[in-house]
Every structure is written in structure tokens, then in C-alpha cells.
């Protein structure tokens, strides 16, 4: 059975790697572990949640650490309290974007710093394996709070300016579903999917998917709205798409959001992940930002945002961080930035698909996956292939590898939480790309 501890959190199969034993123990160690006396738990609606966060809050409890307990939240909420209100510790009970069958935990330490597989989680696996240890002399208290209304107040301030925009909002019957009506409520906004259902009924909780983005993409073609906007399952990532239901790919979206943060400090360090588009680099470039690229991952990127005092970064995938959030990821402020700038094109008279236009300049063969049982073998065989063709302008290898070409480049690399391996490309022509792509894959297999 493969383990649940992953290299940015704990999870898997909830019954199979992921049980309420193990939710137990990990309340027992983690207090020793990060020196933490007071935690926050919250945890998502998926129907093994409740249990797993029952399990998790008695094991703190018999640690002798003091909790308290939120019920519902998003990973958002779950990260700006963490910061906010001065904790030790917290843990979400989430999977985030995986299917119902999936559960897992989020830790983060005093200033919602991550706990990632080199930050703890590898010793928090160590002693969960072995025994529990004895129950503290004194029992920690469990209290049960509502503190969602304190992240409402942070979030108000940034609900105007996208009065003009008609949207669609897809909650994917998950945590979204907390906040959206309220800071949506000042623009014309059609919610679907926004009963929260642990079962995810509508849709699978993932909009890089297709079917988790299907049902928005209709729904904005059938109300003829300015765009439409998905959040993941525990509402830690956000994506769009346009007035034609056309996806945008949440790396273009590093650009126009970054545009709030070079107005106000013109030259401020914009960080991306590894396989963001040439295009958002030249476009950052472009208004004066200094782009900054690091490793996939919300454990890596807070980090590195940290130590670049960077006043926002983004990846592929979804995720925006925010130096005014902790520099923590939330769909929830990415999502009202990104409609202060759609809302300020609209009123220039332009589209959201035009907006996009100058950002969306390569074409991009999206992330494909492969299952492959020697990943390391595969990987150096591919690269060789293609610098044996010729050398790259750039190689990156801190994330897999990267190789930059002038009229292309490409990422291969090992996910951190699925047996994938995960190959990216981009190039000027379609025609370059499905070339490249093509010879990849034939070194691939």
C-alpha cells in the first residue's frame, strides 16, 4: 500500500492509506513535534471528514495540547487563522482536489508556515509508525469556534471594483460555497454547484479536468456571461474561464493578477513555478516585474515567496500566494483580483479572452501525464535525447528538468502527489509543438 505522506501533505484512499487511527496519532505527535501547545482544525465536507477531524482532535486532546475546532472551512480560512490569530499549529482534513473516495491532512506551523516532507512530514510518518505515546497527565481542551466572520472582514475590503461584470461561480459542492455569496454579492453572479456535498455530486472536484470545468463552461455560454470562475474542492485554487467558455490556463492568470501588485511596487520579484508559459515571463518582463522561478508546490513556493519578500507568486495548477495573506494560496482573494482587472478591461472595451490575448502567446501542450514504472530511467532518456539534438539556451533541474530553447522549451518531471510522469511543452507554432511533443514521447516509452 503506497504511503499517504506526500511531499507537501498527508494523503490517500480514506479506509485504506488514510484511517482514523492514523488521524489519532498524528494528533498525539504532531504537538511534540512542532513544539505547539494551541492547534486549529478545521476540515473539508468530504464524508470521511468528520470522523478522521473526531479522531485527530482526541489525539491532540490526549497530548495534553488545547484545540479548537471550526468545523467546516476551507484550506484558505484554515491558513489565514492560522497566522492570523497566532497558533502553533493547524491541520485541515482535506484531499482538496481529489475524488470523494480520497482525505487527507494540510499542517501548517506558527505563521501558517508549511509542514512539507523535508519540514516535518517525513518525521511525523516516522513516529506515527511506531507506538503512541502515553497520554498526557493533563487532558488539552477542545472548544468549538466560528471564525469564518473574521475572514470575511479581511476578504471585504477587496469585494468592489468588478461591479460591471456578469459571472458564473462554480463551488464544486465544496468550500467555497462558504464565502462566495457574500463577496460576490456586489456584481450580477450565478452560482452553481454551491450546496456543499462532501459526495461531490455535480462534478469531480478538479477543474483541471474537463469534466470539473464542463458544467461552468456551459453555464456561461447559456447566460452570456463575462467569464466564469471554479474552485477546488477545498477552495485553495481558482480558475477561469472566458466569455466563450473557453478554459484559461491558471499560469496565464499569474500575469494579469501580478499587474495589482507592479502598480504599487514597480520592480517587485513575481514568483512562478516551473512550467509557467514564456509568455506570462515576457509579460511580467514586459511591466517592469522581475519573474523568479522555482519548484512546484505550495511547501516550496511559500517558502521561496518568503524569502524573496515577493508580494505574490502563482503556478500551474491553480494556486495563488499572497505576501498580505501570509503568503498563503486562497482562490477566494485570487478570484476577486483577477475580477478587479477583468472588470477594468471590460470597461476599456475589451473582452476577457482579449484581455488574455497578450499573455497567450505559445502554443502549449497543457501537463500530459504517464504512468511509468522506472520514471527516473524514462526522464534521462528523453532529456538526452533532446540535448543530444542540441544544447539548451537554459537547463533546469531543480523540479526535474527544464530545457529552453529559443522557439521552444520543455518540463519533465515527477509528481510529488500522483504515479505520474508529468511532461510540459510550449513553442511558437502548433506545428513545433506536436513535433516536440511527439519526439518526447517516443523516448519516453
Known sequence: MPSPFKAYDIRGVYGQEVNEDLAYRIGRHLPSLLNGRRA???RDARLSSPSLAEALLRGLADSGCDADSIGLASTPLVYFLTAELGYDFSIQVTASHNPAEYNGFKISRRGAIPVGGDSGLADLERLCAGPAPAPATARGRIAERDLLPVFLDFLAPH????????IVVDCS?????????????????TFISSEIDGSFPDHPPNPLEEAGRAPLAAAVRATGADL???????????MFVDERGEFVRPDLMIAPIAMRFLRQAPGAPILHDI?????????????GARPFIWKVGHAFAKMKLRELNAPFGGEFAGHYYFREFHWCDSGELAALFALREIAAAKESGKSFSEFMAPVDRYANSGELNFRIDDKDAAMARAVAAVEAEAAPSRRLDFDGVRLDYPDWWMSLR????????RLMAEARTPELLADRVAFVKRHLA
Open 414 to 421: 515527477k509528481s510529488n502527489t500522483e504515479p505520474y510522469l
Open 228 to 238: 466564469g470562475l471554479v474552485f477546488v474542492g477545498d477552495a485553495d485554487r481558482v
Open 40 to 42: 486549529l482544525v478545521g
Open 275 to 287: 512550467r509557467t508559459s514564456r509568455g506570462v515571463t515576457e509579460f511580467l518582463q514586459e511591466n
Open 159 to 166: 469585494t468592489d471594483g468588478f461591479h460591471n461584470l456578469r
Open 173 to 189: 459542492n465544496g468550500m467555497g460555497a462558504l464565502s462566495a455569496r457574500t463577496i460576490f454579492a456586489k456584481c450580477d453572479a
